[in-house]
T-cell receptor
């Protein structure tokens, strides 16, 4: 099992360019998340999805869009990159039991380091 | 809004020492609390998950406790080793739609040989 795989690992963009970050998980998890990690700010939730075809805004959604067309994939798009979006982006997934308090820990990918100049 | 605080921000100890990392949170309506480890340039690795109905969880040399009423958790590391050097983050999963995790900023641990 690969777990959670993020592509690409590194990317440099110029201001105004667009790109898509891909996250794939092979654990059949319902929930998927996109976080960004910045020094002094910790990890902040951008968008998340509770199942195929659903998305919702997190704490810092502006400037980003997401799609979950397949259960195993969660895409994060930057339509017009800005220097403020320079960060390390992490995807994560988890299973959440519907009728009980049981839930699985979050599984994280290794991150995408994005620099916007 | 849930806020998670970790103290201390950094900790340096000699090898073999037992140590405690602290985490506090403001909203006790949580599904669970999770402790993660992050090595430089890497993603987060889950260490322990404590469900809201539990008081503690153990894995090897690690023991995590949860006091939901006071909004506190501790991560106890026994007989620390240089390989334990990493940043340790705690996060709480809230009982809201999507069950979002809110993270603390972490404690950077250095274990000196």
């Amino acid at each position: 099992n690969a777990g959670v795989t993020q592509t690409p690992k590194f990317r440099v963009l110029k201001t105004g360019q667009s790109m898509t970050l891909l996250c794939a998980q092979d654990m059949n998890h319902e929930y998927m998340y996109w976080y960004r990690q910045d020094p002094g700010m910790g990890l902040r939730l951008i968008h998340y999805s509770v199942g195929e075809g659903t998305t919702a805004k997190g704490e810092v959604p502006d400037g980003y869009n997401v799609s979950r067309l397949k259960k195993q994939n969660f895409l994060l798009g930057l339509e017009s990159a800005a220097p403020s979006q320079t960060s390390v982006y992490f995807c994560a997934s988890s299973y959440l039991g519907r009728w009980s308090s049981y839930n699985s820990p979050l599984h994280f990918g290794n991150g995408t380091r994005l620099t916007v100049t | 809004k849930q806020e998670v605080t970790q103290i201390p921000a950094a900790l340096s100890v000699p090898e073999g020492e037992n140590l405690v990392l602290n985490c506090s949170f403001t909203d006790s309506a949580i599904y669970n609390l999770q402790w993660f480890r992050q090595d430089p340039g890497k993603g987060l690795t889950s260490l322990l998950l404590i469900q809201s109905s539990q008081r503690e969880q153990t894995s090897g040399r690690l023991n995590a406790s949860l006091d939901k009423s006071s909004g506190r958790s501790t991560l106890y590391i026994a007989a620390s080793q240089p390989g334990d050097s990493a940043t340790y983050l705690c996060a709480v999963m809230q009982r809201t739609s999507g069950s979002r995790l809110t993270f603390g900023e972490g404690t950077q641990l250095t274990v000196n040989p």
